[in-house]
């Protein structure tokens, strides 16, 4: 998602878990359970990193078969953390309950990404879901 006025981290879950429904990454009679679990997971410790304005909401679930992610940036923020610091580039996983290893492998490389201050300023910028691809891909590449 573009530029999305989500506001809130529950409604962002919301949009990102119907997006990737949308988009066949997660069956529909899942998207309930997705987003309580993100929220529950969320609840016991933020991964907002507040300094760089990056969230990576993520749990493990029943009933996928695959890593599933989906991001949601804006030039100034998406949502706001309880103390009004605004996060601008979500990105929510979701791997299925028996992948642990795969989990927290996909978590790192996607941290250590998103730790770019040249990525970072790219997906803040891009006005599409294409650009937001196409900068992703490029700093993975360059390995960034």
């Keep these: 998602m573009v530029q999305p006025e989500c506001l809130t981290f529950d409604r962002t879950i919301e949009s990102l878990v119907a997006a990737m429904s949308d988009a066949g990454g997660l069956p529909a009679d899942l998207i309930g359970a997705a987003a309580i679990h993100v929220r529950e997971r969320e609840a016991v410790s ?13 749990t493990r679930l029943d009933g996928i078969d695959r890593i599933t992610a989906a ?3 804006s030039p100034s923020r998406v949502y706001d953390v309880t103390d009004g610091l605004p996060i601008s580039i979500v990105v929510l996983v979701l791997t299925p309950s028996d992948q642990v290893n795969e989990h927290l492998e996909f978590l790192s490389g996607l941290s250590l990404l998103l730790q770019s201050p040249d990525l970072r300023r790219q997906l803040r910028d891009a006005d599409t879901m294409e650009k937001v691809m196409l900068a992703i891909r490029e700093n993975e590449r360059d390995g960034a």
């Design 71 to 73: 991001i949601a940036v």
């Design 46 to 58: 933020s991964t907002a990193m507040v300094e760089i304005g990056v969230s990576i909401p993520h």
